[in-house]
């Protein structure tokens, strides 16, 4: 997964990416959520989250997540 976002977002290899997933405990909310974290050496992080198991999602839904136009911490 982490290579598939560094393709999609273009990363050089001094950016971190990480992918977490975690339970959720808000109302509402699936129990399990996926976190995609890019940490670039200069320049702001940037964070979307998918609100399904990392083993469900897709490299569609990847797509969809990584390319939209706001992501979190943006």
Same mark, same amino acid.
């Given at each position: 997964?982490?290579?598939? !976002?560094?393709?999609?977002? +273009? ?13 959720? =405990? /808000? ?10 974290? !890019?940490?670039?050496?200069? +320049? ?13 999602? =897709? /490299? ?15």
């Amino acid at each position: 997964m982490k290579e598939t !976002v560094r393709t999609l977002l +273009g990363l050089d290899d001094d950016t971190a990416v990480m992918i977490r997933q975690l339970a959720c =405990t /808000e109302p509402g909310c699936p129990p399990l959520e996926t976190v995609v974290a !890019v940490l670039p050496m200069n +320049g702001p992080a940037r964070r979307w989250t998918l609100h399904r198991p990392t083993e469900q999602i =897709t /490299e569609d839904d990847l797509r969809t997540a990584l390319l939209s136009p706001a992501p979190e911490g943006a």
